[in-house]
């Protein structure tokens, strides 16, 4: 049987409120129709270890989360959906949430959801098959 596997890459500034990284991963999760509990785990950069905001939504969901180092994140910059120079300027990747995602669905993942914004924070959501 062939079952998905979903990640959810979140990014946001120091600081954010958790309300508001918790409200728009799950207007993302609404939008693809996906159940927290389908999600693998929640994927960030890790410069946001121990962000309380990201913290909160792994706690929320009771899903494990992930960090990856900016080189790693930059590997998936051919997939990003909405690669941004900013970012890159800032945090030495082309995109945290997107790349994130697909860094924690593995090498054949695909994104569902794209970068999806509020005014301190960003999600996205990938799959893969296995």
């Not at 990284?21 to 410069?47: C, M, R, T, W, Y």
């Amino acid at each position: 049987m062939i079952s998905s596997i979903y990640a959810l890459g979140v990014g946001c500034e120091r600081g954010c409120a958790p309300d508001e990284l918790f409200d728009l991963v799950n207007k993302v999760l609404q939008n693809a129709a996906i159940e927290p509990s389908n999600l693998s785990g929640i994927h960030s950069i890790d410069l946001r270890r121990g962000e309380p905001a990201i913290v909160d939504v792994a706690w929320k969901f009771n899903r494990p989360v992930g960090y990856f180092s900016a080189s790693i994140l930059e590997e998936q910059t051919p997939s990003l959906l909405n690669p941004s120079d900013r970012v890159f300027a800032l945090m030495g990747c082309h995109g945290v949430a997107e790349a994130a995602a697909l860094a924690g669905v593995g090498p054949t993942g695909v994104l569902v959801v794209g970068k999806t914004k509020s005014a301190h924070a960003t999600a996205a959501l990938a799959v893969t098959k296995r």
